[in-house]
């Protein structure tokens, strides 16, 4: 059963830079059925999409993120990362990674697993 | 603000059934076919519960399904039980931003 987990500081500075990383267990994350996403969820609040990336190192980010994301893969390590800069107090959240399950033309369906989540409080 | 809109909360007693809309356009929900639902605990990661409109994944209850008609998508749960108190979140593929979801339902089972 596929398992992942996130692991990063759970406290960043205003201004620099968040970086948190996805380990796969379970699974080989050179699936070529899944695209790999992180999803942060603010304290009280939904959920948002952040960004995905596929095996071959495509990706996509959400368009309101996209100037200060950065999603990479390192398929030995079977992990993928997380890099947001620039960071504020809004960017205080439990941030999730998650696979993605994908259609015939890249279209999300769902996702199908999901990490714990880890907390990131953006405070000086 | 969410993409999608849903009710901030529902409620319902043991037993009944309850309907969660979450409301989108064409370039989400009326586009396509690829609607989700997920139900978080306090606490806890968000769960799958329905994938591409009504479908329930392996050891997921019954009493959970799904549909679509136009713009909007709904999550029915019959038959409530205590432990289905959570948070429902819809998500949906969408055009351009990729992902979409909607800013979740908190059920309460009186």
């Known amino acids: 059963q596929v398992q992942l987990q996130e692991s990063g500081p759970g406290l960043v500075k205003p201004s620099q830079t968040l970086s948190l990383t996805c380990t796969l267990s379970g699974g080989s994350i050179r699936s070529g059925s899944y695209y790999w996403s992180w999803i942060r969820q603010p304290a009280g609040k939904g959920l948002e999409w952040i960004g995905r990336i596929y095996t071959s190192g495509n990706t996509n980010y959400n368009p309101s993120l996209k100037s200060r994301v950065t999603i990479s893969i390192d398929t030995s390590r079977n992990q993928f990362s997380l890099r947001l800069t620039s960071v504020t107090a809004a960017d205080t959240a439990v941030y999730y990674c998650?696979?993605?399950?994908?259609?015939?033309?890249?279209?999300?369906?769902?996702?199908?697993?999901w990490g714990r989540g880890t907390l990131v409080t953006v405070s000086s | 603000q969410s993409a999608l809109t849903q009710p901030a909360s529902v409620s319902g007693a043991p037993g009944q059934s309850i309907t969660i809309s979450c409301a989108g356009t064409?370039?989400?929900?009326?586009?396509?076919?690829?609607i989700s639902w997920y139900q978080q605990h306090p606490g806890k990661a968000p769960k799958l519960i329905i994938f591409?409109?009504?479908k329930r994944p392996s050891g997921v209850s019954s009493r959970f399904s799904g549909s679509k008609s136009g713009n909007t998508a709904s999550l029915t749960i019959s038959g409530l039980q205590t432990e289905d108190e959570a948070d429902y979140y819809c998500c949906s593929y969408a055009t351009t931003t990729f992902v979409a979801f909607g800013g979740g339902t908190k059920l309460t089972v009186l």
């Open positions: 591409d409109v009504n």
């Open positions: 998650a696979r993605g399950v994908f259609r015939s033309f890249a279209e999300l369906s769902h996702f199908d697993s």
């Open positions: 064409s370039r989400n929900i009326g586009g396509y076919n690829y």
